[in-house]
């Protein structure tokens, strides 16, 4: 499988590096162009990647899309660059029985805050962090398929026996249909 893996950080993302011969591991770089290499990683912005339509049979963003200045456009680039079939597995805090609150947006080049500043850890920038623009509510799967025509599942784990019980544990997977 060729697999893109956007902000990869942990074990997991170890583990793909390590297992997964066609593994493209990226991060956004803003100084660097799109496509050029930095400290060993290729930049890519999610909102408009250079890889080519039909690239990946799988993209993972674990806990990124909140950082996404524009994430209607990047949910339609990861879907653009999935193949038939393929899917986009993902993390993201999910605030249940709430709609999406957008805490920063861009317009015209310009950042505005409608809500106070929020920063969750950065690999790539552990001193200023990364900016959260989305708290994601319950019309996430809505919005995804607005803006990328995905379908979307969703799966919330809490297991007590495996230590998996806390708040933030869903896991998405949108995919692609295959087409005739």
């Not at 290729?42 to 339509?53: A, H, P």
Request: aromatic letters at 12%; hydrophobic letters at 35%; charged letters at 25%.
């Amino acid at each position: 499988m060729k697999i893109h893996e956007s902000s990869p950080s942990g074990a997991a993302s170890a583990k793909l590096k390590r297992e997964c011969t066609k593994y493209t591991p990226t991060y956004y770089y803003p100084d660097v162009d799109p496509g050029n290499f930095h400290n060993g990683f290729r930049s890519e912005n999610l909102e408009g990647m250079t890889f080519g339509d039909n690239s990946f049979d799988l993209v993972i963003t674990q806990d990124v899309m909140e950082h996404v200045m524009n994430p209607t456009p990047a949910f339609a680039e990861i879907a653009r660059t999935l193949k038939p079939g393929g899917a986009h597995v993902f993390t993201v805090p999910l605030y249940k029985g709430k709609k999406t609150l957008v805490r920063a947006y861009e317009e015209n080049g310009t950042v505005y805050y409608p809500e106070e500043k929020d920063y969750h850890g950065n690999p790539i920038d552990r001193e200023k962090g990364s900016l959260v623009t989305r708290e994601w509510g319950d019309d996430l799967l809505d919005f995804i398929a607005s803006s990328s025509g995905l379908k979307t599942e969703a799966f919330a784990f809490n297991d007590r026996k495996s230590g998996l019980v806390a708040e933030f544990l869903d896991v998405f997977i949108c995919r692609k249909p295959i087409t005739a």
